[in-house]
């Protein structure tokens, strides 16, 4: 199995951006896809979650309501849609994937956001 994580870069704050991940190895259908971040010198955290039957879920903390997370099954892919970024959103993002939600079997390499203001 294998997750690819790109869309990173360095940005300004108030600016947005699109993460994806690519899965292969798996049957994507039947996996629950997520986002985490790590920032520097902080523990990883949670960001969003889509579930292999379409729920979503997102984090109290880490972006909701300016955090999107979307997939394509046809294509094997999970987005995070970030908007409105802030210095504080800077981190390196994971996508994972489990068969149950929550459970993240599956980690990708990461791709690091950083925002400046």
């Known amino acids: 199995v294998q997750l690819q994580a790109s869309g990173g870069g360095l940005v300004q704050a108030g600016d947005s951006l699109r993460l994806s991940c690519v899965a292969s190895?798996?049957?994507?259908?039947?996996?629950?896809m997520a986002w985490f971040r790590q920032a520097p010198g902080k523990e990883r955290e949670f960001v969003a979650q889509l579930t292999w039957n379409g729920g979503t879920m997102y984090s109290a903390d880490s972006g909701k309501g300016r955090f999107i997370i979307s997939g394509d099954n046809a294509k094997k892919t999970v987005d995070l849609r970030m908007d409105s970024l802030t210095p504080e959103d800077t981190a390196v993002y994971y996508c994972?994937?489990?068969?149950?939600?929550?459970?993240?079997?599956?980690w990708g390499q990461g791709t690091l956001v950083t925002v400046f203001s």
């Open positions: 190895g798996l049957t994507f259908d039947d996996y629950s």
């Open positions: 994972a994937a489990g068969v149950v939600p929550s459970t993240y079997i599956y």
